[in-house]
């Protein structure tokens, strides 16, 4: 909770003046210190203001930056000292989270008031065991166990000694307990034969089957897990595998998907890669997908369509949204999509220097200054996060993004490990398109005179210091002979 009223002192400044003078403050000078009230600061001030903690048996007093409070209250509405503050959210949002927890268990809390953090002592009854009394353990244990009540596991222990043991599966969704007749059922119903009289102690132990239709190849043995997961008979996978479909029954099932399959090839089998043109995006050109990827997936890999499908669920419509606490730049990143995949396609996914396939790319024009420019296009303020930005913003910042990206050209396609050699030489926010050809032709001798990769950094590094060298080395004699044309005249 803020500590109101308060008043801080902060400095005049040319980026600032124009917020404060809007807020009825009158400009003195640069650098002169004035006091503000505290809800006058700018959003992304890091001036520090006075708290009390929300935390019911806290309410102490602490100090944190503006900017982190207008965050912090944006996305969950309170304020916590650091003592208090838990990585899963606001103690009021974990206390409840551990009331959940337990109830489903079927415990009930008796002292949650008193929990302070995961080492808490916390003290609890099981409904199946009353009479046993009260019980206590703490959230850190609790959630690392997921059964707290001794009984109850002293009755699961027991019961697994006995021989029974349970089996839960995705294939039935049943509990079982006479595992033996649950697995020759399994077993039969995918065409094999399980032997009896079998030691079976838990999934990892092995088990020995005859497959019905491949008799002839003999005994097989294989893992419970392994089995249960979809492994089986290799003669019927080999088999499985070679199985061939009708063409036209592939052109049908690609109509299906809203795509036309234009491989003229011979069909092979379904790891085959098979051309098409995605229905909706023609003008991307040809794709290719392989056949038992498409039928697993149900749908055509189109990447244009995956990148209007991603739109949609952006922001707020996101199922992970969080109020806005992602960083603009990370954020306005993944508006550069088809921008990326247009220069892949131009450099035919190689790398311009090395031509290897471990690729990114590379800004001529550096993205923070594109990103910079789309928002002063747009008359808007530079914030620190996405928050601060309305969705409308966020989309007209978009579309000017996509417009510079066009104005300023493709990107170059360069290696992984190339592309960080050359950002640790000439930075991140400032390069040129003149420091990528200096790059370039560094690289070139380097590769020349066969130097590897990993001392790559180092040989750029010192030509570099040694033209850098030369030329000032040029300078200097310059002008020296000029100085002694003066003196001598």
Not at 111 to 128: A, F, Q, R, V, W
Not at 229 to 253: F, P, Q, T
Not at 274 to 286: A, F, M, P, V, W
Not at 475 to 487: A, C, E, G, N, P
């Amino acid at each position: 909770m803020l500590v109101y009223p308060q008043k801080v002192k902060v400095y005049w400044r040319n980026n600032t003046r124009s917020w404060y003078e809007s807020k009825g403050y009158l400009w003195s000078s640069q650098g002169n210190l004035f006091e503000v009230d505290v809800n006058d600061l700018k959003p992304g001030s890091t001036k520090k203001v006075l708290f009390i903690c929300d935390e019911p048996n806290c309410k102490k007093y602490f100090e944190m930056q503006w900017r982190y409070y207008k965050q912090r209250t944006f996305a969950q509405g309170n304020s916590f000292c650091s003592n208090c503050r838990r990585r899963s959210g606001s103690p009021i949002a974990m206390r409840n989270k551990v009331i959940t927890e337990f109830t489903n268990k079927g415990y009930t809390l008796l002292n949650i008031g008193e929990y302070e953090n995961n080492n808490s002592k916390l003290y609890y009854y099981c409904k199946y065991h009353k009479t046993k009394g009260i019980q206590s353990t703490t959230w850190r244990s609790f959630n690392v166990k997921k059964n707290s009540c001794h009984y109850c596991k002293y009755e699961m222990i027991s019961k697994l000694n006995s021989g029974m043991k349970p089996l839960i599966r995705k294939e039935t969704n049943i509990k079982v307990e006479d595992n033996v007749e649950y697995l020759e059922q399994l077993f039969s119903k995918r065409g094999y034969l399980l032997l009896v009289n079998q030691k079976i102690k838990n999934t990892h132990s092995k088990v020995e089957y005859f497959c019905l239709k491949h008799y002839e190849s003999g005994k097989k043995i294989i893992r419970l897990n392994n089995f249960l997961s979809g492994v089986g008979c290799k003669e019927c996978a080999v088999e499985k595998s070679k199985i061939k479909i009708d063409y036209k029954k592939l052109e049908k099932l690609f109509i299906k998907y809203g795509a036309t399959l234009i491989e003229k090839e011979h069909y092979h089998n379904r790891k085959q890669k098979l051309k098409y043109i995605c229905n909706t995006h023609k003008d991307y050109g040809i794709q290719q997908v392989r056949l038992d990827k498409l039928i697993e997936r149900k749908r055509v890999p189109c990447k244009i369509c995956r990148i209007e499908y991603l739109k949609t669920i952006k922001g707020e419509k996101h199922h992970n949204w969080k109020g806005g606490i992602t960083k603009i730049g990370e954020y306005f990143r993944g508006a550069t999509e088809v921008w990326r995949l247009e220069s892949l396609k131009k450099g035919n996914f190689k790398c311009a220097l090395t031509g290897s396939s471990n690729v990114v790319v590379h800004h001529t024009y550096p993205f923070n200054k594109i990103l910079t420019e789309a928002i002063v296009i747009n008359n808007l303020e530079i914030q620190s996060s996405i928050s601060y930005y309305t969705q409308k913003d966020i989309i007209k910042i978009e579309k000017t993004i996509h417009k510079l990206h066009e104005q300023y050209g493709l990107g170059i396609i360069l290696d992984k490990e190339a592309h960080q050699i050359f950002h640790k030489i000439y930075g991140y926010q400032y390069n040129t398109a003149h420091d990528f050809e200096e790059f370039k032709n560094y690289f070139n001798q380097g590769k020349n005179q066969d130097i590897k990769m990993h001392d790559i950094y180092n040989f750029i590094k010192m030509t570099r210091k040694e033209n850098s060298m030369k030329k000032l080395h040029g300078v200097i004699l310059s002008v020296l002979d000029l100085k002694l044309k003066r003196t001598l005249q």
